[in-house]
């Protein structure tokens, strides 16, 4: 777990400007994500969560949504492997508890399933597709 990453939960018009330039860098410049799919109506209906580095710099996000689907989870490449996207999901499960929500759900791409299977996820049904990447949905009661 890397002590020296920071994350804060915040509302989509205090997050959107860091949140945009992280999901736009990992998702439609590395993954070739449509950037009219990667921006959706919910983000203004989401809790945003963004990791910060020792320096103060963004360097991670996702988003919970109000039906309990965690999404839009990414670190900047350069971030990654060092606990932020642990830190970040653990921050989203927590505000979804103090929501009183029951099960947290989402979209996995599937290279990212044994990153969320090690908080309790598990897989439910068959893959699909999505943005052109291969999906599965997994889900944890809380
Ligand atoms: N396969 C297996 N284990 C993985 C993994 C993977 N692809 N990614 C992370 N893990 C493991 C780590 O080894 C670590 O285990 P440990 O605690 O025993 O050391 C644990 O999961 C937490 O990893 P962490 O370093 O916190 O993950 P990260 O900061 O690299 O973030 C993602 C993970 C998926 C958010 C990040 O790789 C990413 O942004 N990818 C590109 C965007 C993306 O695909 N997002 C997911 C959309 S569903």
Known sequence: ???????????????RAEA??????VFVVEQGVPREIELDEWDE???HALAYDAAGHVIGTGRLLPDGHVGRMAVLREAR?????????EALIERARTRGMGRVVLNAQTHAV???ARFGFAVE?????????PHVTMARDL
Do not use: H, K
């Open 1 to 15: 777990m890397n002590a020296r990453v920071s994350i804060r939960i915040l509302p989509w018009q205090s997050a």
């Open 125 to 133: 049904g068959a893959t699909f597709m999505e943005a052109g990447i």
């Open 20 to 25: 945009q330039r992280v999901r736009e860098t």
């Open 114 to 116: 044994p990153f969320y």
């Open 81 to 89: 492997g060092q606990g932020v996207g642990a830190r970040l999901l």
């Open 45 to 47: 209906r989401c809790d």
